[in-house]
């Protein structure tokens, strides 16, 4: 079992940055594909980024691609989300999870943290 626990989100400016930081306890981080999800106010919960094990590949959503950097210390059993010139369309619950497989789809994802809000105002 791994229990994922997300921080940094908050209220910015469009044109901001945040970094959001997810930590892995119950095993280690670095057994695990790891991604960040968001979910809007009613929609989908959609994909945003993805990182292997070893952090040698990532893969974005076309949305934040150029924008948003996924990162990971296997050391500290941590995965990042840096976004930078936030936008209000990037206003979500952001999700952290883990996954055996290399993949975008919600579903090949195992475990999930509880999410964090970022919110963006124009």
Do not use: H
């Amino acid at each position: 079992q791994v229990q994922l626990v997300e921080s940094g989100g908050g209220l910015v400016q469009a044109g901001d940055s945040l970094r959001l930081s997810c930590v892995a306890s119950g095993r280690t981080l670095s057994n695990y594909v790891m991604g960040w999800f968001r979910q809007a106010p009613g929609k989908e919960r959609e994909f945003v980024a993805t990182i292997t094990t070893d952090a040698l590949v990532t893969e974005y959503a076309y949305s934040v691609k150029g924008r948003f950097t996924i990162s990971r210390d296997n050391a500290k059993n941590t995965v990042y989300l840096q976004m930078n010139s936030l936008k209000p369309e990037d206003t979500a619950v952001y999700y952290c999870a883990a996954s055996r497989y290399f993949a975008m789809a919600s579903s090949s994802y195992y475990y999930w943290g509880q999410g964090a809000q970022v919110t963006v105002s124009s």
